[in-house]
């Protein structure tokens, strides 16, 4: 079996990459890393974590553990700051290493220190250990329009995120008081996914993220013009996916299906009156958007099937 170790375990990212790689049939948890938690036990996290599992230890004792493949779920200036291990398969949940151009890295997030592998099994897999987990926004985004990117010019993206996806850190935004019977727009025409999204379609986006009073979820409603066959551009691109599932003719995502979950759902639909091709993408923030990618990830560096860890099927009603 394959040892792992996750630096920033008291996040929320950290938290359910733990949960999945506890789960996991190939994976044995070497080191918990957790600044804030180091040298308390794992119940300090959860209490229903046992007294079997590693201790917190701080980040840089869980980095130095020697564990095959490490998780670094930890803030964007960390991330920036931490040095991979050799030999080591590293799964960055930060947005620190997406960008490839400098100038842009240093522009969005204040810093450039390189690009890694950028990893979207579906459609750009990662190559190399040090391995690029794309953005919640992002992973719903180009999974609705990265299959039809050679047949449009540019596109318009309104998305939606449970309040996790902001993180566990408190700020005014992510008070009860502001996020329930609420809805926002945030970062609008200044949010760090766009160049992303960008990057890896090739054409320029609009894209305006809202916060939804909800934990957790996200849908991204995309709008473009083309004359493509979307729906078999799609179902082509996804046929083989456990992961991924095109939806029949007339059906929409929902949260719902997906919330706690590290599947995706996505819907094809069509406006007469304009011409507009609109796919819609569901997944959960915190799983396909986050740490189910990260173990999708993982899986692929070390030569897994991809699958192992994840959970695939929400509630079925």
């Known amino acids: 079996m394959a040892t792992a170790s996750i630096l920033g375990c008291a996040g929320y990212t950290g938290q359910e990459t733990l949960d999945r790689v506890l789960a996991h049939p190939e994976l044995e948890l070497l080191a918990l890393g957790s600044d804030s938690l180091a040298g308390q036990p794992a119940s300090a996290l959860d209490p229903r974590l046992d007294g079997e599992l590693p201790g917190f230890s701080t980040n840089a004792e869980a980095a ?27 799964v960055d ?8 151009d400098d100038a842009q890295a240093l ?43 050679p047949f449009v010019e540019t596109a318009t993206i309104d998305a939606k995120s449970g309040m996790t996806g902001a993180g566990r850190t408190l700020k005014a935004s992510s008070h009860a008081g502001f996020v329930l019977e609420n809805l926002s727009p945030y970062a609008v025409g200044a949010h760090r996914h766009a160049p ?56 929409a995502p929902e949260l719902a299906r997906v919330q706690g979950t590290d599947a995706a759902e996505i819907g094809v639909f069509a406006d007469r009156a304009t011409g507009t091709t609109i796919v819609i993408c569901a997944l959960d923030n915190l799983g396909k958007g986050a740490a189910g990618q990260a173990v999708q990830n993982a899986n692929l560096a070390l030569g897994l099937d991809e699958t192992l860890g994840l959970r695939l099927q929400g509630v079925l009603v």
């Open 196 to 251: 992303e999204i960008a990057q890896q379609l090739g054409v320029p986006v609009c894209f305006v993220p809202h916060l939804l009073p909800v934990r957790r979820g996200l849908l991204a409603t995309c709008y473009v013009q083309t004359d493509a066959d979307v729906r078999a551009l799609l179902e082509d691109a996804y046929a083989s996916s456990a992961v991924v599932r095109v939806l029949p003719e007339g059906v």
């Open 93 to 100: 949940l930060s947005g620190m290493h997406r960008l490839v």
């Open 64 to 90: 130095a553990a020697g564990a095959d493949l490490l998780f670094l779920c930890l803030d964007n200036a960390a991330a920036a700051a931490f040095t991979p291990p050799a030999d080591t398969v590293v």
């Open 107 to 149: 522009a969005w997030y204040g810093a450039s220190p390189g690009a890694w592998s950028y990893g979207l099994p579906e459609l750009f897999p990662a190559d190399g250990p040090l391995i690029a987990n794309p953005g919640c926004y992002a992973t719903a985004a180009l999974l609705a329009l990265a299959p039809l990117a």
